[in-house]
């Protein structure tokens, strides 16, 4: 029975899977090895789109697997499969956090816990810069400091950096213009 | 409108507009949930993050079940979970059916490449906000940075980062002596309520 098996697995993947899509990873290709489904490329193709798509990686390509393994209600099989365990844990423990939110030890970790995000989404901003806007191999490779930055996108950052500070439109606008940029200069 | 839906409605909005992991959906319900309706403090969102970024599962969806639930508890939590993988449903079944090239559409990679570029802005001024909203100590700005080199530097899993930031929020407001106020204050309260 090829939906329920789809549906285990990604429970599965969503169960043990903790740091998001990207630790989902290695758990996908255990499963497509395991039976079969496509081939180790085809999965790298397919992870390359669901992270270019709107969307949770980890939710994109579980729809991928799905369709391309039963059609349509696989597609949606896995992907539910992936996120009940989300929905169940979440759940449970939204429920206490709503009990316990006003508690001083929960208080106080999040006085912690929140300046550490800051940290996290920065850093998760550094890396996403790293790609496109610092060029670190190229500082690397002829040790030049003026080509450790690719300007165009520099420039492009600046612009939509000011944009957002001055103007405070939905995110929405600053993504579809950017989209429309990248179109009409080729990033 | 019935409010499960507008949740439903405002999640398929973010799920439409996510580019890259769950972090890039924070400027967008903060737009959304704090800006523009006033449906939760924009201190609980980040709260809401850390908890989906220390348990099991795709962050995205486990922010999105966290932030409905508070907003109208389990069928909440189900109407901005179904809302916010509903596009990926969509537009990856389109593309599974249509597009098998579609890594090779330039027009794609253009436009994605961009995106990204925004998203760091975004996310930097969300950054900047937080900043801004906190209490601006020695120590909070300590943790940041901390946490931001363990994680860049020495690839740290968030996870860890999360706990040890618990912990040591625990311990600082101890030492303040805070904490044992607070708590005399928790308690009192909750004898208060009781009776």
């Given at each position: 029975m090829i939906y329920l098996t789809l549906f285990l697995e990604f429970f599965k993947v969503g169960l043990f899977a903790l740091g998001g899509g990207l630790a989902a990873l290695p758990f996908l290709q255990d499963l497509i090895v395991k039976?079969?489904?496509?081939?180790a490329e085809e999965l790298l193709n397919m992870i390359a789109i669901s992270e270019s798509t709107p969307g949770a990686i980890g939710i994109n390509t579980a729809t991928f697997i799905g369709f391309n393994t039963a059609g349509i209600p696989g597609g949606i099989i896995a992907t539910a499969g992936l996120a009940a365990p989300s929905i169940i844990i979440i759940t449970i423990i939204a429920h206490y956090f709503r009990k316990f939110n006003q508690h001083p030890l929960v208080e106080s970790a999040f006085s912690g816990i929140r300046p550490a995000v800051a940290g996290l989404i920065a850093s998760a901003a550094f890396e996403l810069a790293r790609g496109g806007i610092f060029q670190l191999q190229n500082l690397q490779l002829n040790g030049s400091l003026l080509e450790l930055f690719d300007y165009k996108s520099l420039f492009l950052l600046l612009i939509i950096f000011a944009a957002i500070r001055k103007f405070?439109?939905?995110?929405i606008i600053y993504i579809s213009t950017a989209a429309l940029i990248g179109i009409i200069f080729k990033f | 409108m019935n409010k499960l839906l507008k949740i439903f409605l405002i999640f398929f909005k973010i799920g439409s507009f996510t580019?890259?992991?769950?972090?890039?959906?924070l400027p967008i319900i903060k737009r959304e949930l704090v800006d523009n309706l006033g449906w939760i403090k924009e201190k609980d969102i980040y709260n809401y993050y850390a908890i989906g970024q220390s348990t099991p599962g795709i962050i995205a969806v486990n922010t999105a079940t966290m932030t409905g639930y508070s907003l109208r508890g389990v069928k909440g939590a189900l109407a901005a979970t179904t809302g916010f993988i509903m596009p990926s449903l969509i537009i990856i079944t389109l593309i599974a059916t249509f597009f098998k090239r579609f890594q090779q559409i330039d027009l794609f990679q253009h436009a994605f490449a961009a995106i990204q570029i925004a998203v760091v802005a975004l996310i930097i001024d969300i950054v900047i906000k937080m900043w801004q909203k906190s209490d601006k100590t020695k120590v909070s700005l300590l943790i940041f940075l901390l946490a931001f080199l363990l994680l860049v530097v020495f690839n740290i899993s968030p996870v860890f980062v999360i706990l040890g930031s618990a912990a040591a929020g625990i311990l600082i407001q101890y030492f303040r002596g805070n904490l044992q106020n607070a708590y005399y204050n928790y308690q009192n309260d909750n004898q208060g309520s009781d009776e």
């Open positions: 039976y079969g489904w496509m081939t405070k439109k939905h995110p | 580019f890259g992991g769950g972090y890039a959906m």
